[in-house]
């Protein structure tokens, strides 16, 4: 155990190119296996290796697109090792912001910037994250990139950051609420992003819809519009990559990506339906059951195909513990880029109609002799994104079953 002059028990550790001074995990058990990064007294959690590695690949493949210098900021930095990451492991990054209201997350921060020699590229500050990124809204102060990635919801942070960022910037953003956004309390869902959430089997994209929509509609009312890059659900939360452009044409651009979806939980059958202001239709067209109401969210593109390719290709190269990991995730994900919104899980249909569970790869073979597009979703291990309707789904499955 390495002890300095922090008044808890510290280790380091390693993470992509840099070593890190962390709370002593051990210390903050809950139970056998467990770590609580939340009762530590600086926050520091290893399960999020992959987000930051991702974060880095996105960040490398981001710069290698633009071609320039980036200024980047992480305003709740924790222990430092994200951002610490950017300026070690990314290419073209000039100089990096970070800032945490907890004075003890700025003197670890700090220790770590001088453990891996950035002192002059990476700098720290101690304030509220709002207060720090406002002071960067005047358009010569801006970031290029900037990564929210708060405990809980990001919600409180998106306009300061829409302020912050300039023309062709890229925000992440990290949310870790899955209760409100996977339906388990739409209320607050409606609260924190504007939109009401649903408990379906494809609830963690509705997620991602749910907080891009609350992004696209905060950076709207500063005429910004915002397109999303790349986007995942892993373990307990999900990310959101997104570039922003300034104008009012591109925030109507933005708006008209806006909408419902509707879920029957009687025969699965689902709508969409653009607009913030539709006619939405209140029974099943297929079986009459009542369609319980998603959104408003957003119903444009989660991924673009084209730069999750590119990521592809950055994380190849690169020595990460996550790589394998890595590289599974996003050839799912550009597979899947450009389906259809919403996904099936074919356990839910069988159990729904008593059925036994085919092999995945058995329906999406049967899918696409049909006709229909059928490909896998990174989302969920047996789920499914098809232009089938429901009901063929269905057929399908039972079918494959008989
Ligand atoms: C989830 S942790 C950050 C983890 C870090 N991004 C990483 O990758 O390891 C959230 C951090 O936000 C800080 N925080 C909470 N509220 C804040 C606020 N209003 N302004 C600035 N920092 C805040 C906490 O002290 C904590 O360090
Ligand atoms: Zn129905």
């Not at 000039?94 to 590229?121: F, M, Q, W, Y």
């Amino acid at each position: 155990m390495v002890r300095l002059s922090f008044s808890f028990p510290t280790e380091i550790v390693e993470e992509g190119e840099v070593r890190v001074v962390v709370p002593k995990l051990e210390a903050y058990k809950r139970g056998t296996y467990e770590y609580a990064p939340s009762k530590a007294p600086v926050f520091y959690n290893p399960v999020m290796e992959l987000n930051r590695d991702l974060a880095v690949i996105t960040l490398q493949t981001y710069q290698n697109k633009i071609g320039r210098s980036l200024i980047v900021s992480e305003p709740l930095t924790g222990c430092g090792v994200r951002g610490i990451r950017f300026a070690k492991e990314v290419e073209g990054v000039e100089r990096v912001l970070l800032n945490d209201l907890n004075p003890l997350a700025v003197e670890l921060t700090k220790h770590n910037i001088s453990l891996n020699g950035l002192e002059g590229k990476v700098t720290v500050t101690n304030e509220d994250a709002n207060l720090f990124l406002s002071r960067h809204a005047a358009p010569h102060r801006r970031f290029d990139f900037i990564d929210i990635d708060p405990f809980g919801s990001p919600s409180p942070y998106i306009d300061s950051a829409v302020r912050a960022l300039r023309d062709g910037g890229l925000i992440a953003l990290t949310a870790t609420d899955m209760a409100p956004l996977c339906g388990v309390y739409p209320n607050v869902s409606m609260r924190k992003y504007g939109g009401r959430s649903l408990s379906t089997e494809y609830c963690h994209e509705i997620a991602i819809r749910l907080l891009t929509g609350c992004l696209a509609r905060t950076a709207a009312k500063h005429d910004v519009g915002v397109m999303p890059t790349f986007s995942y659900a892993s373990d307990h939360y999900i990310r959101l990559y997104a570039l922003i452009s300034h104008g009012a044409r591109e925030a109507d651009r933005t708006l008209r990506m806006m909408g419902y979806i509707l879920h029957c939980f009687s025969c699965f059958h689902r709508e969409v339906h653009p607009g913030l202001v539709p006619c939405l239709n209140e029974r099943c067209e297929e079986c009459g059951s009542r369609l319980e109401v998603a959104g408003p969210l957003w119903l444009g593109r989660l991924f673009d195909k084209g730069f999750c390719g590119s990521m592809l290709l950055e994380a190849s190269r690169r020595e990460l513990r996550n790589r394998r990991r890595i590289v599974r995730l996003l050839t799912l994900i550009r597979e899947e880029a450009e389906g259809p919104i919403t996904y099936y899980v074919a356990d839910k249909v069988s159990d729904r109609f008593n059925l036994t569970v085919p092999p995945l790869s058995a329906v999406l073979n049967k899918l696409r002799d049909l006709g229909f597009q059928a490909t896998p979703t990174h989302f969920n291990a047996r789920g499914f994104r098809t232009t089938a309707p429901a009901r063929v789904v269905r057929d399908v499955i039972t079918e494959l079953a008989g």
